[in-house]
């Protein structure tokens, strides 16, 4: 049977156009679902940074040959740049025939700041000032003595610290330092002795601790 050309279209008009209208809307929906979803997926975070450690607690293994505990507590003031404060403390019985006893102090600052890296591991150049305090007391037949001495250095120094992920830390420094000392020497015969000097000499830190 032959239908007519207007018949078929009005057919096709009737059954197909609502589905068309329906598939596009779907479509639509389909396309904007993924901006909805994005919207609903929370963005994702980095994991935030290890906060850097700020204090670093060193002694210095070449003191205790003296025997003398000497201690350095370096603060963070930022990233880059920090501030250390020096003690130390020893005495040595018998040092000789006629020296019973030599007691030293050290109390000292440093200044540094790392040109490459930061507080936890970087290569540093700053400088360090320590005051020098030492006693001793001898005796030599029935005569005694005593003499005190103290002085200042100052340098400036080039240095590398490494703190493992641990904590563990190496520090070390190597410079130059200019040294004035004096001292004086009395003895129970009444007999007085003084002397003072100046120079200029290595600074050499080699230090081992920990960071927190």
């Not at 700020?54 to 920090?82: C, D, F, N, R, W």
């Not at 540093?124 to 007391?137: C, D, R």
């Not at 070390?172 to 015969?189: H, V």
Request: no cysteine; net charge neutral.
């Amino acid at each position: 049977m032959h239908l007519s050309p207007t018949l078929t279209r009005s057919t096709f008009a009737r059954r197909w156009l609502p589905l068309a209208i329906s598939a596009a809307l779907s479509g639509l929906a389909v396309l904007g679902a993924p901006d909805a979803v994005a919207q609903d997926v929370p963005a994702v975070v980095p994991p935030a940074a290890a906060p850097l450690r700020q204090l670093s607690v060193t002694i210095s293994p070449l003191h205790l040959v003296i025997p003398m505990l000497e201690v350095t507590g370096e603060y963070a003031v930022q990233p880059k740049l920090g501030v250390a404060l020096v003690a130390g403390y020893g005495t040595l019985n018998q040092a000789s025939a006629t020296v019973d006893k030599v007691s030293i102090l050290e109390l000292g600052a440093q200044a540094r700041y790392y040109l490459l890296g930061d507080f936890e591991h970087g290569l540093q150049v700053g400088a360090e000032v320590l005051y020098i305090a030492a006693s001793a007391s001898g005796s030599s037949g029935s005569t005694t003595a005593t003499a005190t001495g103290e002085g200042v250095s100052v340098g400036p120094f080039v240095g590398y610290k490494f703190v493992s992920s641990m904590g563990f830390t190496f520090d070390t420094q190597l410079g130059a330092a200019r040294t004035g000392l004096g001292a004086k020497a009395s003895a129970s015969t009444g007999e007085t002795a003084s002397r003072s000097e100046t120079s200029v000499g290595p600074l050499l830190n080699i230090n081992l601790g920990w960071t927190f």
